[in-house]
């Protein structure tokens, strides 16, 4: 039976598996419960022998505009405890879980495609360089934004972007948290293909 979630739409036809990320009233943003599911989704996938191949999409207008900013004070480990070493371990605890949720897709033995449109944001971006192919439609840019509330892309982008793209466009990208056309994506080796738009694109 093909489980269901509460931030996920879950979808087969013909051995084709998509995930669409559905929470499209906050442009997809990631809060607790979709970090979760999307290890749980995943790890389904992995052993679910109806599906030879999964597409990861987002429902609305935007692919994903990031990590949810209601979760942030849980990600910079800010609770009842004032000390600061034991700050910092549920920090490296709550990165460790986080990083975890997202290696459910790189994990995944079946082939995963991104179909991106639009925002693909900071946590966007992890989240799409788990997967074994990216796509994405003309109006698609790419962002690491974590510089801009002063976070270090620490779940996932830092370790696999530099194997994808040049080591100085990393850079680039993570000190200055400008934007990244979909052209470019593509020129710069992290886009397998653009399209027109996103129906063209699916």
Known sequence: MTPTFETLELTIE??????????????????????EELQSCFEWLDGEPSVRVVILAGNGKHFCAGIDLGL?????????STEA????????????????????????????LAAIHYTCIGGGIDMTCCCDMRYASKDAYFSIKEIDIGMTADVGT?????????????????????????????????LNQVFDDREALL
């Open 158 to 190: 830092l370790q696999r972007l530099p194997k994808i793209i040049p080591d100085a466009v990393v850079r680039e990208l993570a000190y200055t948290g400008r934007k990244m056309s979909a052209d470019e994506a593509q020129e710069r080796g992290f």
């Open 72 to 80: 942030f004070g849980n990600v910079t480990g800010s609770g009842e």
């Open 85 to 112: 070493a034991r700050k910092a371990e549920t920090l490296r605890r709550t990165i460790l879980r986080l990083q975890g949720n997202l290696s459910a897709i790189e994990n995944c033995r079946k082939p995963v």
């Open 14 to 35: 013909q051995q084709v598996a998509t995930v669409a990320l559905n929470r499209p009233d906050k442009a997809n943003s990631m809060n607790a419960a979709m970090w």
